[in-house]
């Protein structure tokens, strides 16, 4: 089972190797405000999250998701609930 | 996994699109083996709905919802998933004389309030009795009817609890309405497209028998969402009155695994899809190497494209990469249609492909006439959309409203039984578009050769990214809602991108000379703007009273438009064509 913590390390490769050209990465860093992502890069993005955690993310929780936190938290709860339903 | 997938052959024989009403349609398609699939976008099956059981569940529902006793004609809001509610709940409308509304699902990261509040203007602008929204979306649908005036709200399965009326409804008549559409208003101030059975019924009636001139055989597929008149009229509603069989990608998953659109279209070997040029182009860019052989699309007869400018060049590449998948160029059906006109308007011949024709650009700038290059002048192109479908009269009219010669530009006209009665209880709007003889103005420019319709651009302000239309006066009210940015301090425009969608630019009049604050509140208009409309979009900070404005004074869009374009040297990167032309 991943910790928050690890979840937001590997967002942060994943988003990373999306945007280069963006150096300084945490939690806090808006998706949109801070890296600009499009809403097809945003796509582009969740498919990459479900195929590396294997999750599905639910895409009624994208508008409640600002930052890389938020997302990390996520994908926690959802890692949660696989776990204690197997 | 027990479930198959509907067939594509049918017992039935094929009738296309000739009934009456929606409910007459599907009262046929259900005495046959055909219906809709849903797919992920991993591929898997989830839901089959025959148009058997389609029928069943409509009518159903039907008796539940005429438990309200509401007047005929009222408004049902839907909650527009790519899911079999929301089909069942159209057309349980449809059988209970009640008129349903499509309603946008939220897509962009961050834009929980913005969609609450979208969704709120939607609910009083077509002010409906019932309102309905899946599980996943149910808690944003109690936000938005917060204090308004509806008799019952819920998800699916909340009104499937609800108890059923003792007598039988009767379904909505060919003079009464099919549906409301709201595709074409602004966020802030939405217009509800006012289509009547007899409408949507000649609409649908023209696709199938002349527009992709459906055959035995026939499958679609589709990942559009049933919000957009392309998805609902298109590709749920022409293959419901034509018996076809459809297999149905949620739009999010699509823009998820773009490739799955392909992997659908070779594993049920279908013949039908349809999407703008940006679907294509996204498609063709996330393909990897070597993989196009693995797709089966020798199937795919028809590939239409619409719901926005089409420009050639990635359409072109989508088929040059996919050729070792059997797909043919020909196979491409440019078309031009709106909301407003149910859906279709023209359609180029079948088995065209994309025909372009090839115009003098300066004489083109300079007298608004299409004309053949001279030897040395820069070249535009544009693409053969087609002849009108039976029923359609065409004007196209000067600024003093006089009809042009052939080649000439001007703005697009039509009248015909496919056009809308209005905008829904909005008779100023309705006023502006639509004459009392029943002339629709599109707002869209063009010119014809002999029957057929070339599109050149706007005259309205709109601007179309990625087959959404999208209003400058939205971007324009987010600017200025911060706070060092006022009224008139910013204008919002289209200019033409790469791939013919456009790219959104708002250019704001500002005070501020630090860097960092000028950077910061950039940031925060593309996030506000992000968040809000889901589009990305260029600011740019000019000094104060540099807005241009007409000799009237008013500010306008277009002066700016084309100052930008001007100063960022875009014509030029318009197409390749020009440039190459130039050089």
Not at chain 2, 203 to 210: C, D, P, T, V
Not at chain 2, 388 to 409: H, N, S
Not at chain 2, 457 to 472: Q, S, T
Request: aromatic share 8%.
């Amino acid at each position: 089972m991943k910790t928050y913590q690890e979840i937001v390390g590997e967002l942060i490769a994943v988003i990373h190797a999306l945007t280069p050209e963006v150096k300084a990465l945490d939690e806090n860093t808006e998706l949109i405000g801070n890296l600009g992502l499009d809403s097809m890069k945003v796509m582009n993005l969740i498919q990459e999250v479900e195929d590396r955690f294997d999750v599905s993310i639910p895409l009624n929780v994208l508008p409640d998701v600002r930052t890389i936190g938020d997302l990390a938290l996520k994908i926690h709860l959802l890692l949660q609930s696989h776990d204690s339903a197997r | 996994m027990g479930a198959q997938a509907t067939p594509t052959e049918n017992t039935l024989p094929l009738r296309r699109a000739d009934f009456s009403t929606l409910a007459e349609a599907l009262d046929y398609a259900a005495l046959g083996q055909t219906g809709c699939n849903f797919y992920t976008g991993r591929g898997e099956l989830i839901a089959v709905l025959s148009y058997a059981e389609l029928r069943r569940q409509a009518l159903d529902l039907a008796r539940q919802l005429a438990s309200f006793r509401l007047p005929r004609e009222s408004r049902v809001a839907l909650v527009a998933a790519t899911s079999p509610d929301f089909i069942c709940f159209f057309f349980a409308c449809q059988y209970a004389g009640l008129v349903p509304v499509p309603l946008p699902i939220p897509f962009s990261l961050g834009s929980h309030q913005a969609y609450v509040r979208q969704l709120r203007a939607l609910l009083q602008s077509c002010r409906p009795s019932l309102a309905m929204a899946p599980e996943d979306y149910a808690s944003f649908l109690t936000e938005a009817v917060a204090g308004l005036d509806i008799k019952y709200f819920g998800t699916a399965d909340d009104f499937r609890r609800l108890p059923s009326a003792k007598v039988e409804p009767v379904p909505l008549q060919p003079h009464e309405l099919a549906y409301l559409q709201y595709t074409s208003g602004s966020t802030r101030f939405p217009r509800g497209v006012m289509i009547k059975q007899a409408a949507v019924m000649d609409n649908l009636a023209g696709i199938a028998q002349y527009g992709v001139d459906l055959r035995p055989g026939d499958r679609a597929v589709s990942w559009l969402p049933f919000y957009h008149d392309m998805g609902l009229v298109g590709l749920m509603l022409t293959p419901v009155a034509s018996q076809v069989s459809v297999d149905y990608l949620a739009t999010q998953e699509f823009a998820m695994r773009p490739r799955q659109w392909l992997a659908l279209i070779s594993k049920n070997k279908a013949t039908i899809s349809f999407g703008p040029p940006f679907g294509y182009e996204l498609c063709q860019r996330r393909l990897r190497p070597g993989e196009a052989a693995k797709f089966d699309l020798s199937s795919w007869r028809v590939a239409g494209v619409g719901a926005e400018m089409i420009r050639t060049e990635s359409l072109r590449e989508f088929a040059r990469a996919l050729a070792p998948a059997g797909f043919r160029e020909e196979a491409f059906l440019p078309c031009y249609g709106m909301a407003e006109c149910s859906l279709a308007v023209t359609f180029a011949p079948l088995g065209q492909g994309l025909k372009v024709d090839r115009v003098d650009a300066e004489r083109l700038a300079t007298e608004a006439r299409a004309v053949s290059p001279a030897a040395g002048s820069r070249e535009s192109e544009f693409v053969d959309c087609g002849r009108l479908l039976p029923g359609f009269e065409l004007k196209i009219l000067d600024v003093e409203g006089r009809e042009v010669a052939e080649r000439q530009i001007g703005v697009v006209h039509l009248r015909g039984p496919s056009v809308m009665s209005g905008y829904f209880e909005d008779p100023n709007s309705t006023r502006e578009v639509l004459s009392k003889e029943g002339w629709l103005n599109t707002g869209d420019l063009g010119y014809r050769v002999g029957d057929r319709l070339y599109l050149t651009g706007r005259e309205k302000d709109l601007i179309i990214v990625n087959g959404r239309n999208i209003w400058p006066q939205d971007l324009e009210y987010l600017a200025q809602q911060q706070p060092e940015v006022r009224p008139g301090d910013a204008l919002a425009f289209g200019v033409p991108g790469p791939d013919g969608s456009d790219l959104t630019v708002i250019v704001v009049q500002c005070r501020e000379t630090d860097e960092a604050k000028r950077a910061d509140l950039i940031t925060r208009i593309r996030s506000r703007v992000q968040a809000e409309i889901g589009v990305d979009c260029l600011v740019e900070l000019v000094p104060l009273h540099t807005l241009p404005r007409t000799s009237s004074g008013k500010l306008s869009r277009s002066k700016a438009r084309q100052n930008f374009i001007a100063t960022h040297n875009l014509a030029q990167s318009r197409s390749h064509q020009e440039r190459r032309a130039a050089v």
